[in-house]
């Protein structure tokens, strides 16, 4: 199936966040400071997960996968933000749009399900820990990985392939602060019907596939938790999966409040709130969740600053 260019738009203004001129260095200031931590934070939990070995377990494995996922995705349109942010007309090719709308919808995707796999491994950590080795095996972790990349390339490109079979014509502003679908979907002068279909099927599927996987193991980790008669360790259970419980409540809702509800101008605004949830604060806080209460990154990072320091 050959992919073709649709459009006589050559390229596309982006409103951003804000138009307010007085809001615009505060933004930029705000955000230059959570991308630069979501950088530092996911570079040091992939640099501490590679250097030591007693990480190279499943959990880290798809850990260091998610920031892996969070740095490339948050890299995809931030930079681009913060230089709008200083300028007075905030212009993409319509190349780089479509370019942005591909990675960005890939790497999202590939997240959804990286976050599934993580809730399936402590599912078999708590409910089946006899057969942990044999379930979360090498082979199985690498499939999963797998699993989650073909399916966010699937969506991907069933997304990206309807996009580049519309007509932009006279309208080329975009009404948020990067190539998002549903806003690009608002400037075609032909029928979106069927990229609205896609969105509805494509997005439900990478949505509620993903948080029902999730719920029902987190369901059957419940049970299993309550069974535990020792309250140390239910605790230690609690704390296990509370991590995980935060990142994926943060992902999952913001994105199904985007995407899965007819679009408008006043939905788009408040989609615009929306998605920096799962756009910036999401990769920001992965690392700090899943690091802050944890001893093994904590004595990585120790065993790391020690062999540095002698």
Partial sequence: MTLRNSSSATEFVLVGLSEQPELQLPLFLLFLGIYVFTVVGNMGLITLIGLNSHLHTPMYFFLFNLSFIDLCYSSVFTPKMLINFTSKKNIISYMGCMTQLYFFCFFVVSEAYVLTSMAYDRYVAICNPLLYNVAMSPNVCSLLMLGSYLMAFSGTMAHTGRML??????????????????????????????????????????????????????????????????????????????????????????GAFMYLKPSSTESMDEGKISSVFYTNVVPMMNPLIYSLRNKDVKIALQKTLSRRTF
């Fill in 165 to 254: 079979r519309l007509t932009f014509c006279d309208a080329n502003t975009i009404n948020h602060y990067l190539c998002d679908i549903l806003p690009l979907l608002q400037l075609s002068c032909t029928s979106t019907y069927v990229n609205e279909l896609v969105v509805f099927i494509v997005v439900g599927i990478n949505i509620i596939v993903p948080s029902v996987t999730v719920f029902v193991s987190y369901g059957f980790i419940l049970s299993s938790i309550l069974r535990i008669s020792s309250t140390e360790g239910r605790s230690k259970a609690f704390s296990a999966c509370s991590s995980h419980i935060i990142a994926v409540s943060l992902f999952f809702g913001s």
